[in-house]
């Protein structure tokens, strides 16, 4: 179970039978995952425009590429715990797996894990700005 697609279904399948607030708690779960911001990317933080505006939460990314393989690193405001297990969620998917497959993330993964109603339409709208600017830009860096 090691491709992103298979990881993906296994968390998806996490959240299959669960009722809105469980599908909460676990989300909050995963967001205890998401290792702290290292003082390199602190440093680089200030100095580059790696925030999401999209989303009203204070989320910066770094998708990026070493010898094909993806990784995110990722910070995310401590008050919106739901964005970052999210964001956990994608970072755990794509970490260690070839650019190419990584930058196939399932366009209606909220609608799959049953997130979308729960989380509401502006917050759905944020994790989908998240998701769309990895995916562009682990995208950006595969061979054409």
Request: glycine fraction near 8%.
């Amino acid at each position: 179970m090691n491709g992103v697609n298979e990881r993906l279904n296994a968390i998806i399948g996490e959240f299959a039978d669960l009722d809105g607030r469980e599908k909460l708690e676990l989300l909050l779960d995963y967001a205890a995952g998401l290792p702290p911001l290292p003082p390199e990317y602190q440093a680089r933080k200030g100095a580059e425009d790696r925030r999401v505006h999209e989303c009203q939460t204070p989320v910066f990314l770094w998708p990026e590429v070493t010898d094909g393989t993806a990784r995110l690193t990722a910070e995310v405001a401590p008050e919106a715990p739901t964005v970052k297990g999210f964001v956990a969620i994608l970072a755990d998917a794509v970490n260690g797996r070839p650019v190419a497959e990584a930058a196939t993330l399932p366009d209606d993964m909220l609608e799959r894990m049953g997130l979308a109603d729960v989380l509401g339409i502006l917050r759905s709208r944020g994790l989908r700005a998240i998701l769309a600017r990895i995916k562009r830009e682990l995208a950006g860096t595969t061979p054409a």
